[in-house]
């Protein structure tokens, strides 16, 4: 469906090791990091996109997260929802809700929300009933 997802940061090294923290629990792989430009990428597997991508706004006014926007990312299992929130939050993000069911969604949806370095909103979520529940 997607191709690519950008998101601006302002401060870009802060934001790089933010996400050089936060990908490998989900297995997303750096694909790219271009400093002078700035920019840096991860991708999916096997294929090369989706390509997730951050960086200095293209027309180089300053980075606004912005209100009602998020990307989710999906996890494998509950334990990587678990283990890249406190990752997220240990590398200088900020909760945006804990780490658990989210029933209103559907039964078996498990999540967490969290807010970038730059202020950018995510989620983790797993949509699999838990190991014990199959």
């Excluded at 951050?54 to 990307?71: C, L, T, V």
């Excluded at 559907?106 to 009933?129: I, M, Q, W």
């Amino acid at each position: 469906m997607y191709s690519h997802i950008m998101l601006g940061v302002q401060d870009f090294d802060r934001a790089v090791a933010f996400y050089r923290a936060l990908m490998p629990v989900l297995e997303i792989q750096e694909r790219f990091c271009d400093r002078a430009r700035p920019w840096a990428g991860w991708q999916s597997r096997p294929d090369p996109r989706p390509l997730f991508l951050i960086g200095k706004p293209y027309d180089r006014q300053p980075h606004e997260a912005g209100n009602g926007q998020m990307i989710a990312f999906l996890a494998k299992d509950r334990a990587t929802v678990d283990r890249a929130h406190s990752t997220a939050i240990a590398n200088g993000g900020t909760s945006e809700g804990a780490p658990g069911l989210r029933p209103e969604y559907h039964a078996n949806y498990y999540g967490a929300y969290f807010r970038d370095t730059e202020g950018n909103k995510l989620c983790v979520a797993c949509h699999s009933p838990q190991e014990s529940e199959k």
